[in-house]
């Protein structure tokens, strides 16, 4: 399995799971950065994400634990919770994703990206509610 994830991603796929902080929400995004479908795509997040219903472990979401085909350039946004909450609850602030896929040929790849969500804990948040 190739590991590679400081080269360049042209002609194969690139799989990678970014943290974004958007509007007070933060998400989860899945996304192919690459030149070609991922294929057999799987997801394994460090440490226990509890989803925005307080209940769900994210890492158990179909889309990490079985994703078959990936497309060039297509992402999937996955909610984790507002900002604020997220801080103030006992969720891990930092984790690693391991993902690996295939390309359409067999060869498989994995990327490895460690996320550190307190970099974000100081910005001035604001949940935008819609008003009525």
Not at 31 to 41: C, F, M, Q, R, Y
Not at 44 to 68: H, M, Q, S
Not at 105 to 116: N, P, R, V
Request: hydrophobic share 35%.
């Amino acid at each position: 399995m190739s590991s590679d994830a400081g080269s360049s991603s042209r002609g194969r796929p690139r799989v990678i799971l970014d943290a974004e902080l958007e509007r007070g929400f933060f998400f989860l995004v899945l996304k192919n950065i690459g030149d070609e479908p991922a294929t057999k795509v799987v997801t394994k997040i460090g440490g226990k994400i509890i989803g925005p219903d307080g209940k769900t472990d994210l890492n158990g979401l179909n889309v990490f634990r079985a994703l078959e085909f990936f497309a060039p350039g297509r992402e999937i946004r996955i909610l984790v919770g507002a900002a604020p909450s997220y801080f103030s609850s006992k969720q891990p602030t930092k984790f690693t994703a391991v993902i690996t896929y295939s390309d359409q040929q067999g060869e498989g790849y994995s990327e490895t990206i460690t996320h550190d969500l307190t970099i974000y804990k100081d910005l001035p948040q604001r949940v935008v509610r819609d008003q009525d």
